[in-house]
Structures are given as C-alpha cells and as structure tokens.
C-alpha cells in the first residue's frame, strides 16, 4: 500500500534562517506530488505540484521554492524564513484516483 | 472563478443528532469531488471521492452525495469520535493539478 510520509511535525525558525521540508512516498512510481499551506480559517493553497522528476509549477509568488531530485521525494525550502511564512504545511501526491495528504508540518517563524 | 463554499462553518450537535453539511461550488469543468475529514493539527484524511450527479457513497455513519451544483455529507446518529473539521474540495477536467477547497465545516458532537 502507498504511505507518504512528511517530516518535521513542528518546527520553530528565527526570521532570516533557511527552511528544508521533506516528504517521500512509498509503494507508488511516478506520482503527482504537491506541497500546500494551510491557514487558520482558511482554505488550503496549492504552492507547488510536479509531475515528474525536475518539474516544478508553482501556483503563487511567495519566498518559498520546491524540488524534486528523486521521484517520490519532494522538498520544501526557503533561503531566509518571513514572520509570514508561519503555518500548516502539508504535503500530498495524487495517483489511481486517489489524492492523499501526510501528517503536516508546523511552522513557526519567530 | 472557481469557488467552493461551505456550511455551516461550525456545527454543534448532541450525540445521536443527525444532521447535513453541504459544500456548493461555481466551477468550469468540474470532474469530481473529494471529502475528508482533518483532526486538529493532522493532515486532512480522504473519505470519498464522488464523480457524477447522483452518486452517493457510504463510510459507517458518513454518506456523501453529489449533484450538479453541491454535494451533501450526511452524518447519521453522530458520535463524539466524529468531532472534527470536514473540507470538501472539487477538481476539474485539467486533472488533479488544482483542486479548490473549500474553508471547512467544523463540527463538534457532545456525548
């Protein structure tokens, strides 16, 4: 069975600092992957999604970027952490009909 | 522009009590409709995926339905295990790439 996993659970960042968030999927090849945020009382909003090993698309303009070097691993970065980037990260691929999210990620930039 | 809504925004029913939370939508080219529930601080866990108008799918005491412009999820004879927030969200014919969501329906049953 496919299980994707997404790490850390929570994270503290002074403002200024460089972020990695990392997610891996397993028992799938070639899955769609996509990195979200989630804010309190609000929607999730799609950052990024790949298709593919090297393809990136990116859903809105933020300090933030993705990559993908392997091809069910999926990472998050950031090179200097906002007070804005705070928030619930979540992680998702798409596959066979299914769209599963992991367990989250939150961030808190102080 | 795409849009889901839900409602109520929050819901509070005794146990026992049931009740429907509805998730509208103004979309082009909608191909299908997912529910799944989020437990606070957890990643949202899928529950249904419905494709037409008139489908229905059942999950214990969850049944969710689909017509052209809502879909409804049922909650029969809710228990406090029930308690959390359910998201819908709606995709289109360009495939899973974007899925809109809607802002949730927290809902809380006491025993």
């Known amino acids: 069975s496919q299980t994707i996993h997404q790490w850390p659970a929570t994270l503290v960042q002074p403002v200024g600092s460089p972020l990695s968030l990392e997610c891996t999927v397993e028992?799938?090849?070639?899955?769609?992957l996509y990195w979200y945020r989630q804010a309190a009382g609000r929607g999730l909003q799609l950052l990024f999604y790949?298709?593919?090993?090297?393809?990136i698309s990116s859903e809105v303009p933020q300090n933030l970027s993705a990559s993908r070097p392997q091809d069910r691993q999926f990472i998050l970065s950031s090179k200097k952490l906002l007070l804005s980037d705070s928030g619930f990260y979540l992680c998702?691929?798409?596959?066979?009909?299914?769209?599963?999210f992991g367990s989250g990620t939150r961030l808190t930039v102080v | 522009e795409d849009q889901v809504t839900q409602s109520p925004e929050a819901l509070r029913l005794q146990e026992g009590e049931s009740s429907s939370l509805n998730c509208s939508y103004t979309?082009?080219?909608?191909?299908?409709l997912f529910w799944y529930r989020q437990d606070p601080g957890k990643g949202p866990e899928f529950l249904f995926t419905?494709?037409?108008a008139g489908e229905e799918k059942e999950k214990e005491r969850l049944k969710a339905t689909l017509t052209k412009k809502e879909s409804f999820l049922h909650i029969t004879a809710p228990k406090p295990e029930d308690s959390a927030t359910y998201l819908c969200?709606?995709?289109?014919?360009?495939?899973?790439?974007?899925?809109?969501f809607g802002t949730g329906t927290r809902l809380l049953v006491s025993p």
């Open positions: 790949s298709v593919g090993i090297g393809q």
């Open positions: 969200a709606v995709f289109m014919n360009t495939g899973f790439q974007k899925l809109v």
């Open positions: 998702a691929w798409s596959g066979g009909g299914s769209y599963t």
């Open positions: 419905l494709y037409s």
């Open positions: 028992g799938t090849s070639n899955p769609n």
């Open positions: 979309v082009s080219g909608l191909r299908g």
